[in-house]
């Protein structure tokens, strides 16, 4: 029996939207494979501004906690614009398959995805939310402020 299940529900920040679909077409347009899904998960999108983003969504600049498929052990990492892309360990880029599916997520959704590269599917839910970094002056502490999820 084949079920079919509704995907969840995915809100983006106004600031990230717009630098993602920015990305997302140039990326279309050079062939990149991953843009389609990127650019269809951004026009699903609810919009709200960055500051009503609610806590429990991933977002750009927050590490998200997840469970792939169903591994028994959780990962951990800090989601990113790609052209803020600087460490392959810590660091997943939204605009990769596994983080456009997790992006606008709420803790506790799951999502399907296809790994492009190897063409297997794959399911990531949400286990968690931890530090997000907001696009917003702190005084003294320059343009990236922690703020707790």
Known sequence: MNAVHELPPVTVS??????????????????DTHADFL????????LCLPRELPGEVVSVNCRVI?????????RSHLLVHPHDLADLTDELSAASPLGTALLGLRVGDWMPFCDNRLGTQHVVTVEGIGWRFV??????????????A
Request: proline share 8%; aromatic share 8%; no cysteine.
């Open 14 to 31: 106004t600031h990230d939207y717009a630098r993602l679909v920015v990305f997302g077409l140039d990326a279309y347009l050079r062939g």
């Open 39 to 46: 650019l269809l998960e951004l026009r699903r999108a609810t």
């Open 66 to 74: 997840y469970r792939l498929d169903d591994e028994p052990r959780l």
């Open 135 to 148: 696009d917003e002056p702190v005084p003294g502490r320059g343009a990236l402020a922690p703020r707790r």
